[in-house]
C-alpha cells in the first residue's frame, strides 16, 4: 500500500521516497514464468477476476486470479492447455490437440510423432509417426487394383462402386455395381450378343435344343475333399446342403466329411454364397468352417421359423444335430430323443427331408436310417419322424400314424411331391436294393 506521509523535505527528496515506493511494490508482484511455476497440483475453487480477490492490482487485465497467483486465462497457447476447471493456462498438454501440429501428447509432455493425419498440416500426410508428402494424388499414381486413398495407395479389390474412379487402376465399375479387373464382371457388361465368361465378353451359344449346359468348379467348394474311413471299402460317400445361412436371399453350401481332417481331408464346412452373375464363387463361412465334429457327411436345410434364416441339420454314425444360427448359435441333439436301448442310436443318419407332414403350417422333419458298413447283423434300422412343435421344437413321435413311414431297409434318400394332384404330399422312399 503507498500512502503520503506529511514532511518537511524537499521536494527532491519526496520524490526519491516515491520512487522507491514504487519500485518496492512492483518487485512484490510475481512474473509471468513465476505465476505459471507455481507448481498448483490440486485444484479446490475456481479462478477469479483478476481486479478482485487476494490478486487485486497485481494481475493483468486478460489474466486470471486463482491462489494468489496470476494466470493466463483460457484460450492457450501451443505447448499449454486449458484447465478448464478453473480456466487457467497450465504448462503441458492433457491430449494431443493441446500440442503443436506434428507432435503428440505423452505423459502430459508434447513429444515429436503424428499419430494420425489430423496431426499433420495439410495436404501432408502420418507415416510411421512423421508428417510427410502424400505418397499419391491420383489413381493412376498407383499399382493395378490400386487406388489412391488419402494420400495412400490401397488395394481396392471387388469394393462397391458407382463408377471407375470409385476402383482401383485399370479396374472398372461393372453394371452389378462391383469393382473388377478385365472386360467383364457380370453379362450385362458384355454388348447383347455376348456374354460374360472369365472375365472375358464371348459369343453366346446358339443350340438347336435352346439350352446349354457348362460345368463350373468354384474354388473352394470344388476342392473340398474326403474319402472313406480307413478299411471300409464300400459306404455311402459324403453329401451336402444348400442353405440361406445369412438370410440375403443367396444359397450357401454345406459339404460333409466322413473322414477326420488332415491331409489332403477337408473337414464339414459351410461356404458363404459370394457369386455374381456368370461366376460362381464360395468362401469358408468362418461361424460354420471347420466344423468341430469331423463326422458329419451329410446335411439339411429348413427354415423352422420362417424367418429367413436356415437353420442346417447335420447327419453323421449316430449323429443328428439340429444347428441354429440366428440370433444366436444353439446345438440340439435330435438322437438323444431316442431311448438308451433303441437301435437307431447306431444307425448312420444319410437322409432327411423337411416337410409340413400334419398340415399345421409349420415345418417338420424326416430322418432315415442307413446301415452301417460295420454291422454284420443289418439290424432294422426304422426312419425317424420330428413334428415341430409350437416353441419351434422338433420333437420324436412314434405314433402308429406314421408307421407307414417307419421303411425298415436302408434309407438312401427321401423325396416329396403331389403325385396326384390331391393337394397332399406324397413320400417316395429310396432304398438299397439289398434291404
Given amino acids: 500500500m503507498l500512502s503520503l506521509v506529511r514532511s518537511t523535505n524537499t521536494p527532491h527528496t519526496m520524490k526519491a521516497q516515491l520512487f522507491l515506493a514504487l519500485v518496492i511494490l512492483i518487485s512484490a508482484c510475481p512474473a509471468a514464468e513465476d505465476r505459471r511455476d507455481a507448481g498448483l497440483s490440486v485444484v479446490m475453487d ?46 503441458g498438454c492433457q491430449v494431443d490437440a493441446d500440442c503443436p501440429l506434428a507432435q503428440r501428447c505423452v505423459d502430459s509432455l508434447c513429444e ?52 471407375a474412379p470409385d ?13 473388377f479387373e478385365g472386360e467383364c464382371l457380370v453379362h450385362d457388361d458384355c454388348d447383347g450378343s455376348q456374354r460374360c465368361v472369365e472375365s472375358r465378353c464371348v459369343r453366346r451359344p446358339n443350340t438347336d435344343d435352346g439350352i446349354l449346359f457348362e460345368r463350373r468348379f468354384p474354388g473352394y467348394a470344388a476342392s473340398h475333399n474326403s474319402r472313406l474311413p480307413f478299411g471300409e471299402t464300400t459306404g455311402y460317400g459324403f453329401g451336402g446342403a444348400l442353405l440361406d445361412v445369412d438370410a440375403d436371399g443367396d444359397l450357401d453350401l454345406f459339404m460333409g466329411s466322413r473322414i477326420r481332417a488332415g491331409g489332403d481331408a477337408s473337414p464339414p464346412c459351410i461356404y458363404e454364397n459370394v457369386s455374381v452373375p456368370s461366376r460362381l ?20 436345410a429348413l427354415d423352422l421359423e420362417g424367418d429367413g ?32 436301448d433303441d437301435p437307431r442310436r447306431r444307425c448312420v ?30 439290424v432294422r434300422m426304422v426312419n425317424m419322424t420330428f413334428l415341430q412343435n409350437d416353441q ?27 403325385i396326384d394332384d390331391d393337394g397332399l404330399q406324397d413320400l417316395l422312399v429310396l432304398n438299397d436294393t439289398f434291404s
Avoid: K
Avoid at 497485481?58 to 486449458?82: K, T
Avoid at 499419430?115 to 491420383?138: H, K, L, M, T, Y
Avoid at 498407383?142 to 462397391?160: D, F, I, K, W
Avoid at 402308429?400 to 427321401?414: C, K, M, N, Y
Fill in 46 to 91: 475456481g479462478g477469479v477476476p483478476s481486479d478482485s480477490g487476494p490478486c487485486q492490482g497485481l494481475c493483468l487485465a486478460d489474466q486470471v486470479c486463482f491462489e494468489n497467483n496470476c494466470w493466463d486465462a483460457c484460450p492457450c497457447a501451443e505447448g499449454e492447455f486449458c484447465d478448464e476447471g478453473v480456466g487457467i493456462c497450465r504448462s
Fill in 112 to 163: 515429436p510423432g503424428c499419430g494420425s493425419d489430423e496431426r499433420c498440416a495439410s495436404p501432408e500426410i502420418c507415416d510411421q509417426e512423421v508428417c510427410r508428402a502424400p505418397f499419391c494424388e491420383v489413381r493412376g499414381d498407383c499399382e493395378t487394383g490400386e487406388n489412391c486413398l488419402s494420400g495412400r495407395c490401397e488395394e481396392v479389390g471387388t469394393a462397391p462402386c458407382e463408377e
Fill in 167 to 179: 476402383c482401383g487402376n485399370d479396374w472398372n465399375c461393372s453394371s452389378y455395381g462391383l469393382c
Fill in 281 to 300: 464363387d464360395f468362401r469358408p463361412w468362418a461361424p460354420g468352417c471347420p466344423m468341430d465334429d469331423a463326422f458329419l457327411h451329410a446335411g439339411v
Fill in 309 to 340: 434364416y436356415d437353420e442346417l441339420v447335420v447327419l453323421g454314425n449316430y449323429r443328428a444335430r439340429l444347428l441354429r444360427f440366428h440370433p444366436q448359435p444353439a446345438v440340439t441333439d435330435l438322437i438323444n430323443q431316442l431311448e438308451e
Fill in 349 to 378: 443318419v444319410g437322409a432327411g427331408l423337411p416337410q409340413d407332414l400334419n398340415m399345421d403350417g409349420r415345418i417338420d422333419l424326416m430322418l432315415g436310417c442307413q446301415i452301417g458298413a460295420n454291422m454284420g447283423d443289418l
Fill in 392 to 418: 419351434g421344437q422338433l420333437e420324436l413321435v412314434e405314433r402308429e400314424a406314421v408307421a407307414a413311414w417307419a421303411d425298415p431297409g436302408s434309407t438312401l434318400g427321401f423325396g416329396g411331391l403331389d
